[in-house]
C-alpha cells in the first residue's frame, strides 16, 4: 500500500520552466492566493546553469536536463534528433543558449487572425516590455526593470563577429541594432539574457524573488502522474516524490505549464488525448481529444565550418591555459568569453527578395567543433586548430510532427516524431539559404580570415548534395512548441482557447509553449516567458469576475 499526503492551493501551477516561474510569481503577488508550484527537476544552483557558457555543461546533464531523443526520422535521413529539455527550477531557460529573440510582429498578428483575440503584437507588446529590463538604449519597444535581464554584446564579441556583422553588410543586408525592435530583419549582434555576468533565467528573474512570500511553495523533484479530475473539471494534481505519491487539490486552477513535451504527455496520461491511443494503454479516457500532441513545430538548422587564419574561440577555449586566463578574468570581472553566448552574431533575412519577410534565421560562432559527439556539445573541448561557424536555420516551418505516450508510466519518455522536412517546401528554403552562406564566406570581410571551407567542403555544390548534406548534418534547433494548440474550435484542432483554458475542461490552463498555433522566428524562450505574463494577466482578470 503506498503512502500519500495531501493538501491543497488556490492554483497549483505544474512546471517551474520558462513561462510557470512567471504564471506562479505573477499569481502570488496579490499576497492572499496560495499558489504551489510542482517541479520534477531539482535546484539551480549550479556552475553549469548560473556561468553563462556554461550551458555546454547543461547540455547532457542527467540532472538538468530531460535529454530527449526523437524517434529515427525520415527526415534526417533516419537519424534520431536530440532534445535537451530543461528539467531544473527555471526550465529550458536554464540551461538554453541564452539569445532573446521576440519573434517577428506579423507572426502574432496571425496567430489573432486565427481566431485568438488579445494575442496580436500591439496586444502583447506590453507584456514583452514588463518582462525586461533591457540594457540597451531606451525605446517605445523596449522595456527597463522587468525581471528578465537582457543586454547587447557588440562591445564584447570577438573581434571575428564584427567581420561577420560587416560582411553581411557587404552581401546587402544591412545592420539592425536592435531586432527585437521596430523590425526584426537585418543582421547584427544577439542579444542575450544576463545580468552582472550571471544567467538571467525564468527562476533568477521571477521564482527566487517571490520564494520569500508565504502564500508560494515550490516542490521540487516532484513528477507529475495525471491530473485529477471530478467530472469534467480539473480539480488537483497527483504526483510522486521521495518515493511517495502525493496530492494537491486546487481550489481554483490548474495551469499546466511543463513544456512542449511534457504538458500533451501529463493530458494524454491523465486522459485528455486520442481516445482510441489512451485506451490501448489501459488509460481511462476523460475526453477524447486527438489533437493533444499533435501541431509538434520545431527549428532546424546546420553550420558551415571554416579554418580561420587567425585565432578564434578555439584558441581560448581549448588549450589549458586560456581556459585557466578566461576562468580568472570571470571570476574577477563577470566579464570575457565565459560570460557569453558562443552564438555572438546573426540576423534575419529572405532567402528570396520576393517573400514578404525574413525566413531565415543567421548564426555566426566563433568557435568550431567538428568531432562533435551527437547529443554533446563541448564548448570547452572545440578544434584544435582556429575555426568558426556559419549557420542557417528557418524561421517558420510548415513541416508538423506529434508526439504521444508510449505507455502509462509517467517516467518513460513519450514518442517524439517531428517529421523533418515533411513539407517539401522546408527543404526547398534551407537549400536556397546555402548561397547566403557562401555569399557571406566570400565577403570581403569574411573571406580576409578564411583559409578553407571544411564542411561540406567546396565540392558540395549540386542541389543533390547539397540536400544530402541537410539530411545528414542538419540537427533540431530546440525550439518545440505547438503540441497544445491554442485556437477557437477542438473540432479544428484546439487544445486551449484564447484564455488557455482547455476546451471542454473546466479548471484547467496550458501556459507554455505548447499552445503556440504557429512557431515565431527565432528563439523562442523570449515569446514563452510572454505566454507566463499573459497567462497570468488573464487568470488574473477572470478570478475578479463576478460570477
Avoid at 502574432?108 to 525586461?132: I, Q, T, V
Avoid at 567581420?163 to 553581411?168: D, G, I, L, R, S
Wanted: glycine share 10%; net charge positive; hydrophobic share 35%.
Amino acid at each position: 500500500m503506498r503512502e500519500t499526503s495531501n493538501t491543497e492551493a488556490d492554483y497549483v501551477v505544474v512546471g517551474a520552466g520558462s513561462a510557470g516561474c512567471v504564471v506562479a510569481a505573477r499569481l502570488s503577488e496579490d499576497g492572499r492566493s496560495d499558489v504551489a508550484v510542482i517541479e520534477a527537476g531539482g535546484s539551480d544552483r549550479s556552475l553549469w546553469v548560473r556561468m553563462p557558457i556554461g550551458y555546454g555543461g547543461a547540455f547532457f546533464h542527467p540532472r538538468l536536463n530531460w535529454r530527449y531523443y526523437s524517434e529515427p526520422d525520415e527526415g534526417f535521413g533516419g537519424r534520431k534528433a536530440y532534445w535537451p529539455r530543461g528539467r531544473v527550477l527555471g526550465g529550458s531557460s536554464a540551461i538554453n543558449a541564452m539569445v532573446y529573440v521576440r519573434g517577428q510582429a506579423r507572426d502574432f498578428d496571425l496567430w489573432a487572425e486565427a481566431g485568438n483575440p488579445g494575442w496580436s503584437y500591439a496586444d502583447l507588446l506590453p507584456h514583452f516590455r514588463k518582462m525586461e529590463d533591457y540594457a540597451g538604449p531606451p525605446s517605445e519597444w523596449r522595456g527597463r526593470g522587468g525581471p528578465i535581464g537582457v543586454r547587447d554584446i557588440d562591445a564584447a564579441a570577438h573581434p571575428l563577429s564584427h567581420a561577420f556583422v560587416a560582411a553581411c553588410a557587404e552581401a546587402g543586408y544591412p545592420r539592425n541594432p536592435d531586432y527585437n525592435g521596430r523590425d526584426q530583419e537585418g543582421a547584427g549582434f544577439f542579444q542575450i539574457t544576463t545580468r552582472r555576468g550571471l544567467r538571467s533565467s525564468a527562476a533568477t528573474g521571477y521564482l527566487h524573488p517571490a520564494r520569500r512570500r508565504r502564500n508560494l511553495r515550490v516542490e521540487t523533484d516532484a513528477l507529475v502522474t495525471r491530473l485529477l479530475f471530478e467530472g469534467r473539471r480539473c480539480v488537483g494534481v497527483e504526483y510522486r516524490r521521495d518515493g511517495r505519491a502525493h496530492t494537491i487539490r486546487a481550489r481554483r486552477e490548474v495551469i499546466l505549464s511543463a513544456g512542449a513535451v511534457n504538458s500533451p504527455q501529463i493530458l494524454q496520461l491523465s486522459g485528455i488525448g486520442d481516445a482510441a491511443r489512451l485506451q490501448a494503454l489501459g488509460i481511462d479516457v476523460v475526453l477524447d481529444r486527438p489533437a493533444v500532441g499533435a501541431n509538434l513545430q520545431d527549428h532546424i538548422g546546420f553550420d558551415y565550418i571554416y579554418e580561420a587564419n587567425r585565432p578564434t574561440l578555439n584558441d581560448t577555449l581549448g588549450p589549458w591555459s586560456g581556459r585557466i586566463g578566461a576562468g580568472l578574468r570571470y571570476l574577477a570581472t563577470r566579464d570575457g568569453p565565459l560570460s557569453l553566448s558562443v552564438n555572438q552574431a546573426g540576423g534575419f533575412v529572405k532567402s528570396d527578395p520576393s517573400r514578404e519577410r525574413a525566413n531565415i534565421q543567421l548564426y555566426f560562432s566563433p568557435l568550431s567543433y567538428t568531432r562533435a559527439v551527437p547529443g554533446k556539445r563541448r564548448l570547452l573541448s572545440p578544434d584544435t586548430f582556429p575555426g568558426f561557424m556559419i549557420g542557417i536555420s528557418n524561421c517558420h516551418p510548415r513541416s508538423r510532427g506529434w508526439l504521444h505516450i508510449r505507455s502509462s508510466d509517467p517516467s518513460a519518455p513519450p514518442e517524439i516524431h517531428p517529421r523533418y522536412l515533411s513539407d517539401e517546401a522546408d527543404l526547398d528554403e534551407l537549400v536556397a539559404a546555402t548561397a547566403i552562406i557562401r555569399r557571406l564566406a566570400a565577403a570581403p570581410s569574411m573571406a580576409a580570415a578564411i583559409t578553407r571551407e571544411i564542411r561540406p567542403g567546396p565540392d558540395v555544390k549540386s542541389r543533390e548534395a547539397i540536400v544530402a548534406d541537410i539530411r545528414e548534418r542538419a540537427t533540431s534547433i530546440y525550439h518545440p512548441c505547438g503540441t497544445c494548440r491554442m485556437g477557437p474550435d477542438p473540432a479544428a484542432g484546439a487544445v486551449v482557447d484564447a484564455r488557455l483554458r482547455v476546451h471542454g475542461i473546466g479548471g484547467l490552463r496550458v501556459a507554455d509553449a505548447s499552445i503556440f498555433p504557429t512557431i515565431t522566428a527565432g528563439n523562442i524562450n523570449a515569446p514563452s516567458i510572454m505566454t507566463g505574463e499573459k497567462a497570468a494577466s488573464l487568470i488574473r482578470e477572470d478570478a475578479e469576475r463576478p460570477v
